[in-house]
């Protein structure tokens, strides 16, 4: 795995050409983010929440994969990062920030022992929810001398990961207290299934459901003398009521910082920073078609152009195809901007951000780790 300096070298010599042109110029399809728009967003979450004066944001890394975006909500007063894979913590371990909460369970031997080597010289806190894979986390933290930070992960709704008792949690939590090479240091509960309720009072009703079961395992917790330091939940569907939430200490929303059309409908108020800069390539039988299909945008039925109110017709591959019925002033050869549907997914296809201010390039940026594989990320732990 090269050095981070090595990967931004390695991007700009394949885009670096790019910068100082406008971005409709780019080679579609292009990754485009508007960087002032997303200052926008972290400075808005970071002012809401500091005036709420209750939870701290721990966003989540897997939104961006970006280090610069990281350091920048960092810089803005978030308590630490939260990630979903172990190569994501070895990504920002090496580019010096800390407080690193991968929020998953993790199991294969090769992630336990980064994770633990991780540990050494970094606060790292991972999501377990059985007996017996704090015990793997304990030997390899032992192996490596360090000591890691364990989250009982709590399902509080999602019906994917974690315990499903306050009992159990209280099992879990007196087995890590007793387990060398960990240290026990609080709940996790994502309730993501809230965000597939679209109306904002039933998905209030739920989120409040959510939460007074994931305090009321605290408070078991606490009840019988072990503390529970943080509490920690809410993505970005849920964030305020989350946030304000009595008990809560910290949140884990990320998509506010982009910004997408499925979350945008609920959340509104956040800039849509992220765009797809695309070509139109066609013009037959009604439709406008852009090269930037399915493996470009997702959730591409949600997918919009900027300044055009064209319905999705279908995504291919590399096809976007929009109904125009009723003709369009798009030909084939302009540039547009999609907003996507879903950001996370959508980052995950390319390898840079185009980075622009007033819609001229400025710079480009890795996106760090893409895809699953692990890019020899066990070396940086080491």
Known sequence: MPTLDQARDHILRQYGDDIGTRREELITPALVLDIDAAQRNIDRMAGELKQMGKATIRPHYKTHKSPDLA???????????????????????????????????????????????????????????????????????????????????????????????ARECLALARRVLDLPGLRFEGIT???????????????????????????????????????CKIRSAGGIATWKWTAAYPGLTEIQAGTYVVMDNFHGRMVPGFEHSLTIQATVISRQSGKVIVDAGNKSVADPADVTIVGHDLEVSRFDEEHGIFAAPE????????????????????????????????????????????????????????
């Open 327 to 382: 003709g369009s002033s798009l030909r084939v050869g302009d540039s547009v901007a999609l907003v996507p549907g879903y950001s996370p997914s959508t980052v995950n296809w390319y390898d840079a951000y185009h980075v622009v201010r007033d819609d001229v390039v400025v710079d480009v940026w890795p996106i760090l780790p893409r895809g699953p594989g692990h890019h020899g990320l066990t070396a940086l732990a080491r």
């Open 189 to 227: 509960g994502y309730e993501g299934h809230c965000s597939m309720t679209p109306d904002s009072d039933l998905r209030h009703e739920r989120q409040r459901e959510a939460m007074t079961f994931f305090t009321g395992v605290a408070d078991l917790l606490e009840s019988n003398g072990i503390g």
């Open 71 to 165: 350091r920048r909500q960092l810089q803005a007063g978030a308590g630490g990062l939260s990630m979903a894979t172990v190569w994501e913590a070895a990504v920002l371990a090496a580019a010096g920030m800390d407080d690193l909460f991968v929020v998953n369970t993790v199991s294969h031997p090769a992630k336990l022992r980064t994770l633990a080597e991780l540990a050494r010289d970094h606060r790292i806190l991972v999501a377990v929810d059985e007996a017996a894979n704090a015990v793997a986390h304990s030997a390899a933290a032992v192996a490596a001398g360090s000591t890691l930070g364990i989250m009982v992960e709590v399902d509080t709704g999602m019906d994917r990961c974690g315990v499903d008792t």
